[in-house]
């Protein structure tokens, strides 16, 4: 059993940043992958990035490309997504997820979710 917490999101202006934390409970954190989703007013939920269970890997849908950074503390239980140049379609609830399929994008294969976390780019 693993839950999840993400860190308060914010608003932030057009070209801002805004790190974002999911905090883990559980001693089975570790051999989780982990992915960040975001879900807008009216649209439905998809895959921002995700990162392997080591931290080695990381893969990110071409929204958040060259922007978006995660990273993992298997010490700490925390996974992170550092978000930069960030723009105002970039507004959503923001999702933590733990999966045991390293790297996959889809929400379905997700067993654990945190409640999310709002972001808001104004422009």
């Known amino acids: 059993q693993v839950q999840l917490l993400e860190s308060v999101g914010g608003l932030v202006q057009a070209g801002g940043s805004l790190r974002l934390s999911c905090a883990a409970s559980g001693r089975t954190f570790s051999s989780y992958a982990m992915g960040w989703f975001r879900q807008a007013p009216g649209k439905e939920r998809e895959f921002v990035g995700g990162?392997?269970?080591?931290?080695?890997?990381?893969n990110y849908a071409d929204s958040g490309k060259g922007r978006f950074t995660i990273s993992r503390d298997n010490a700490k239980n925390t996974v992170s997504m550092q978000m930069n140049s960030l723009k105002p379609e970039d507004t959503a609830v923001y999702y933590c997820?733990?999966?045991?399929?390293?790297?996959?994008?889809?929400?379905?294969?997700?067993?654990?979710w945190g409640q999310g976390t709002q972001v808001t780019v104004s422009s």
């Open positions: 997820a733990a999966t045991r399929i390293s790297l996959t994008s889809f929400s379905r294969f997700y067993d654990y």
């Open positions: 990162i392997s269970w080591s931290g080695t890997s990381t």
